[in-house]
């Protein structure tokens, strides 16, 4: 094989790496978003709720879906939000022994259609955008595990989620749908978003 040749193969294994990470976003006018009739049952989140499933069940893995849309020639996120305050990504906790991506779709299942569990293989899910790491209880998430903690609390992944061109979403009456403008999470406003939320533009 020439070094001609060796370039030109090089090339395109490039090309079909760089193509496996376009992400296609389609306007959000594809989409229809309506509400159940039941409400979602809304956990405690509280410090000691977390101690608890801590003693009991170890580390806790979230996992969080960032589904992208167009509006108005920019990209949008698409954000819960609960009791009309607090913004999420969505997704949730893991349960013992599940894995990420089976998890991952579950969730979405539940809180973005309309029957619980009708479409989970419906759910294109891709690569991991990052993960952080909770060395205890009280402190904020970490872009890395210190390699001083040997017993993290919890660790919260965010994995990239491909729509089609049109979907139906189905939220609980609890909860809206919204879609966010990509740059406003990069602002962060932390007294509406999570910090983690920041760091998905850079990620993509």
């Not at 698409?78 to 022994?97: A, D, E, T, Y």
């Not at 001083?148 to 919890?154: A, C, G, M, Q, R």
Request: glycine residues 6%; charged residues 25%.
């Amino acid at each position: 094989m020439t070094d001609d040749a060796v370039v030109l193969v090089n090339a395109a294994a490039e090309d079909d790496v760089a193509a496996e990470h376009v992400v296609d976003i389609f306007p959000l006018s594809g989409y229809y978003f309506g509400s159940s009739l039941n409400p979602l049952f809304l956990k405690d989140h509280s410090l000691s709720r977390f101690r608890a499933n801590y003693e009991a069940r170890g580390l806790r893995t979230c996992v969080q879906a960032v589904i992208l849309v167009e509006l108005f020639k920019h990209p949008h996120i698409l954000l819960l939000q609960v009791k009309n305050s607090s913004f999420k990504l969505p997704g949730g906790r893991l349960g013992i022994g599940e894995q990420d991506i089976e998890g991952l779709r579950r969730k979405l299942s539940r809180k973005l259609s309309l029957d619980d569990g009708d479409n989970e293989a419906e759910w294109e899910v891709r690569e991991c955008l990052g993960m952080w790491w909770k060395p205890d209880f009280e402190t904020l998430f970490y872009p890395y595990l210190p390699p001083n903690i040997k017993s993290p609390k919890e660790c919260a992944k965010l994995f990239l989620v491909k729509l089609p061109v049109s979907h139906k979403f189905i939220v609980p009456k609890n909860m809206k749908l919204l879609a966010v403008p990509l740059c406003q999470l990069h602002g962060n406003d932390k007294a509406r978003y999570d910090f983690l939320y920041s760091f998905i533009a850079p990620t993509i």
